[in-house]
């Protein structure tokens, strides 16, 4: 039985997916750690079972996929800091911005991992000059997932069509009721396979 998910995310304040989602499941009696960047390093529980940890940078970035990777590196080093002292049952990572941390702490954890691709550089139309390399993000992130969420039917199919995802490992659930309940279900089914 999952008991305790670590989540992944680019940011918390504003991002209504990440809160929604951490605090259905810590009202489930589930215990979340969240890990976050954020303009300081802290730790705060935002409600019973539900921390949040921010994680910071200390050196800048001349593009958002530089300033990706540096903050991917912190978010591995808060990983492994909790995961020395927590045993998490799911990782979770959201979007290519956190793929690199997400699928090293699944390795270095051993636990599931579980990835919610908001949008693929496919629909987005390859806007920038690191549209290539984000790609390939997505598609090896998918690859090492154990499961993949989307949240939206255009996304969906590009996951299925344009990375050849396999439909086994992929799950359509969109942001309206009970969706949080769904994510939970597939947290029981990959945690059930491991």
């Known amino acids: 039985m999952v008991e305790r998910i670590l989540l992944l995310a680019k940011d ?21 750690d ?17 921390n949040a940890h921010s994680i910071t940078l ?18 591995k080093r808060k990983g492994r800091e909790l995961s020395n002292k927590l045993e998490f049952d799911i990782i979770h990572g ?10 090293t702490l699944k ?6 991992l579980v990835m919610t691709i ?4 496919h629909v987005r139309g390859f806007g920038g ?22 949240c939206d039917e255009k996304t969906f199919n590009s996951l299925r069509n344009d990375l050849k995802i396999p439909d086994r490992k992929l799950a359509l659930i969109r942001p309206v009721e009970d969706w949080e ?5 597939i947290y029981e089914l990959v945690e059930g396979v491991k």
């Open 129 to 150: 000059p690191h549209g290539g390399i984000i790609s390939d993000l997505e598609w090896w992130s998918s690859f090492e997932a154990d499961y993949i969420i989307s």
């Open 12 to 32: 918390f304040n504003g991002n209504e997916y990440v809160r929604r989602l951490g605090s259905f499941l810590a009202k489930q009696g589930k215990r979340v």
């Open 94 to 103: 959201n979007d290519w911005i956190t793929a690199p941390a997400a699928m």
């Open 181 to 185: 309940r769904k994510i939970l279900d």
């Open 118 to 121: 908001h949008s693929t550089e």
């Open 58 to 75: 200390i050196l800048n970035a001349d593009n958002i996929f530089n300033w990706a990777m540096l903050m991917n590196n912190e978010i």
């Open 34 to 50: 969240l890990i976050y960047f954020d303009s300081s390093e802290k730790t705060e529980q935002i409600e019973v079972n539900f």
């Open 107 to 112: 390795k270095l954890t051993e636990k599931p």
